[in-house]
């Protein structure tokens, strides 16, 4: 009899670890990689937190492990979206401009102040918002629809 509920018991600790780790957003949704805000996916939150109710450590452990690599969270529910009605289109004559004078109007617009001289920066003359949104697709592969869908 003892050892019926010894082998039922460990029979029940590995299906609920099984569970835990399905539970993983990371397992379930590894597409889902490298977000970095957006809202939170109930289900995977849901099933982390059934590991952090059953098992401490484990639950924590997804919970970490989700919420570092992005996969906790929706996909396409990131703040950090660029439209094109979010743009601000400034003009100036480039004929009469020098790089200094790009930087100043650069920062009056934006209130950045930025260095277009550095060797991580790419600057293109561009005639369009068009024009840009094109850029942006060549450069950011998670360009979908004229939207940035996540900034990494």
């Known amino acids: ?6 082998k039922a018991l460990h ?16 397992i379930l949704y590894p597409e889902r990689k490298g977000q970095k805000s957006g809202k939170i996916d109930a289900g995977v939150a849901l099933l982390d937190g059934l590991g952090l109710l059953l098992f401490i450590i484990p639950g924590i ?14 996909p396409g529910t990131s703040r950090s979206s660029l439209d094109l ?11 009469h401009s020098s790089v200094a004078s790009i930087e100043k109007i650069i920062e009056k617009e934006t209130g950045y102040k930025v260095r277009l001289g550095q060797d991580d920066m790419k600057v293109s003359k561009l005639g369009s918002t068009n024009e840009m949104m094109g850029q942006f697709t060549q450069i950011l ?6 939207r940035l869908v996540s900034v990494r």
Do not use: H, W
């Open 61 to 74: 452990i997804a919970f970490a492990v989700d919420f570092n690599n992005g996969t906790i969270y929706l």
């Open 1 to 6: 009899m003892f050892k019926k509920s010894l």
């Open 141 to 146: 592969p998670e360009m979908r629809d004229n």
């Open 11 to 26: 029979v029940s600790i590995c299906a609920v670890l099984i569970v835990q780790l399905a539970g993983c957003g990371t």
């Open 85 to 95: 009605k979010d743009v601000k289109q400034v003009k100036f004559d480039p004929k």
